[in-house]
């Protein structure tokens, strides 16, 4: 049909019919069972949702899927970064965790961009991820133990 989409997650390729401007969210939750990335606020303003597009953070809640085709997408079940995961380990970062895998998206993709972010380059890559349990330092730790 029209609707025949493609989806490339986590290095895998999956065809799907849905409509088009159904949000990447539902998508990979509702119908892969990827339930690792998080609904927030569905509104982009919580970061909950956070997948890398092409290595770049994005919002699943307000990215549809046709905005995706062609593009490599990652869930938090698809992302490598040990480093980071580990200092998110040793750190005890999470507290209630639900906005934990945002969390780790946007830390990772900014370590992608920048190995050795700033205290300020840090504030910036993550101030669109919310806690509402008040992990902040604790996460700012972990990232800068995984930086180099
Ligand atoms: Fe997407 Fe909150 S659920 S930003």
């Known amino acids: 049909s029209d609707n025949n989409l493609t989806l490339k ?3 895998k390729l999956f065809q799907m019919d849905a409509d088009p401007k159904m949000p990447v969210l539902w998508a990979v939750r509702d119908m892969l069972g990827l339930t690792g990335t998080k609904y927030g606020c569905g509104a982009g303003l919580c970061g909950a949702c956070t997948i890398h597009v092409d290595g770049k953070p994005a919002r699943a809640c307000l990215t549809s899927l ?13 992302l490598e970064a040990d480093k980071l995961k ?33 205290d300020r380059d840090i504030d910036e890559a993550m101030a669109g991820n919310i806690c509402r349990c008040g992990t902040y330092t604790r996460i700012k730790s972990a990232i800068k133990s995984a930086s180099d």
Do not use: D, F
Not at 70 to 76: A, D, M, S, V, Y
Not at 87 to 115: I, K, R
């Open 9 to 11: 997650i986590n290095g």
């Open 66 to 78: 046709s905005q995706v085709q062609g593009k490599e997408l990652t869930t938090i079940e698809g």
């Open 86 to 118: 580990r200092a998110w380990t040793e750190h005890n970062v999470p507290q209630c965790g639900y906005c934990q895998s945002g969390q780790l998206m946007s830390a990772a993709a900014l370590l992608t961009t920048n190995s050795k972010p700033s």
